[in-house]
C-alpha cells in the first residue's frame, strides 16, 4: 500500500492519509484512509437518497403539468393522452384528480371515450371510496 499525496479523505479531510485500496466491482479505484479507517471510491455514484429526492422533483413537476392540463378551460383531456403526455398511470391521474378536487378545484373533469376508461373510472372511485372507509 504507498501513500497517494494528491488525495485528501473526504470524511476527515486529511491530507496525505489515502491509501490505494483495490478496485470496485465496475472498475472504479477504491480508497482508505489510515487515520478515519474508512474506506471511498474515486467517483462515486449518486446514493439512494440522491435518486429518491431527484425522482420526488419529478413528481413534483410532472404534478405541475398536470394541473396546468386540468385546469386549461380550453381543452379537456382523455386518459390516455395525459398518460402519453406525462408518462404516468391512470391510477396516478385519478388520484392526482382528488388530490386536486380536495384542495378546491371541483370543475376538473376528464373526458372518457370509450366503456373501457369509464369501467377503469368507476372501479378507481370504489377503491379509493372503500380506503377512504377502511381510514
Request: hydrophobic letters at 20%; proline letters at 0%; one cysteine or more.
Given at each position: 500500500m504507498d501513500i497517494i499525496r494528491k488525495k485528501n479523505c473526504p470524511v476527515c479531510n486529511q491530507f496525505g492519509s489515502v491509501?490505494?485500496?483495490?478496485?470496485?466491482?465496475?472498475?472504479?479505484?477504491?480508497?482508505?484512509?489510515?487515520?478515519?479507517?474508512?474506506?471511498f471510491l474515486e467517483n462515486p455514484k449518486k446514493t439512494r437518497s440522491t435518486k429518491g429526492k431527484e425522482r420526488g422533483m419529478i413528481k413534483k413537476k410532472k404534478f405541475e403539468q398536470f394541473k396546468r392540463l386540468m385546469l386549461n378551460p380550453n381543452k379537456s383531456f382523455t386518459f390516455k393522452e395525459i398518460v402519453k403526455k406525462l408518462h404516468i398511470?391512470?391510477?396516478?391521474?385519478?388520484?392526482?384528480?382528488?388530490?386536486?378536487?380536495?384542495?378546491?378545484?371541483?370543475n376538473i373533469t376528464l373526458v372518457t371515450r370509450n366503456k373501457e376508461e369509464v369501467e377503469v373510472e368507476n372501479k378507481l372511485k370504489t377503491y379509493f371510496k372503500s380506503i377512504d372507509k377502511l381510514g
Open positions: 491509501v490505494k485500496n483495490g478496485k470496485f466491482q465496475d472498475g472504479r479505484q477504491a480508497y482508505y484512509c489510515k487515520i478515519c479507517k474508512r474506506s398511470t391512470r391510477q396516478t391521474i385519478y388520484r392526482w384528480k382528488e388530490r386536486l378536487t380536495g384542495q378546491g378545484y371541483d
